[in-house]
């Protein structure tokens, strides 16, 4: 077990629709990360948060926006889904601010139908 | 473009066969160079850092090497429970992770 949680661990929705994936970093740390995993791409770095503001910016669609929370929360927006954002999508956490030893949530399922 | 390739896509071997995993890298100025190890349905699980070429981290029948293009993962005497995707990730300074798409490894008894 990681120290990180995110929730719901499955999520089946219709194209078009909007989600929000929820993610609960370690015990002290400031950083949160979201990356997509699907099939056919491997994982794929979307953002970084730290403390709050956002610090790195990958492969995120404009469809999709994230945010952390003063409690360090963080939320992935995914909207006007498509079938292709169908993917496991991972929360991970760090310490620092720089991209450091990163601990991994046990992920959510989105199917897209 | 920044990439990362992992090769071979899948391995099998013998318990207690030894070998390597690739991992290339082309990056804008690496900052640090992943890995990680992956089970089926769960999130990677980190298992080293290295920072510069000439690097070697070990970590029980694990050890991780750097130069300037690639890195290598190698396993020694591996047992079942090591069966898992390896993974490893490239840092650039422009805090953007590239991860390869992994060695799938089975072990068998």
């Known amino acids: 077990d990681s120290g990180v949680t995110q929730t719901p661990k499955h999520l089946i929705t219709a194209t078009g629709q909007r989600v929000t994936l929820r993610c609960s970093p370690r015990?002290?740390?400031?950083?949160v990360y979201w990356y997509q995993q699907s099939l056919d791409q491997g994982l794929q770095f979307l953002i970084q948060y730290y403390n709050g503001e956002e610090r790195a910016k990958g492969n995120i669609l404009e469809r999709f926006s994230a945010q952390q929370f003063p409690d360090l929360h963080s939320e992935l927006n995914l909207s006007s889904l498509e079938l292709g954002d169908s993917a496991l999508y991972f929360c991970a956490s760090s310490a620092a601010v720089w991209q450091e030893t990163q601990y991994f949530g046990p992920g959510t399922r989105l199917l897209v139908l | 473009e920044d990439q990362v390739t992992q090769s071979p896509e899948a391995l099998r071997l013998q318990e207690g066969e030894s070998s390597s995993l690739n991992c290339s890298y082309t990056?804008?100025?690496?900052?640090?160079l992943f890995w990680y190890r992956q089970d089926p349905g769960k999130g990677p699980e980190f298992l080293f850092t290295l920072y510069s070429a000439g690097e070697e981290k070990e970590k029980e029948r694990l050890k991780a090497t750097l130069t300037k293009k690639e890195s290598f993962l190698h396993i020694t005497a591996p047992k079942p429970e090591d069966s898992a995707t390896y993974l490893c990730a490239a840092l650039n300074t422009g805090n953007q992770f590239y991860f390869g798409t992994g060695t799938s490894l089975t072990v068998i008894p």
């Open positions: 015990s002290g740390d400031l950083s």
């Open positions: 990056v804008s100025g690496l900052r640090g």
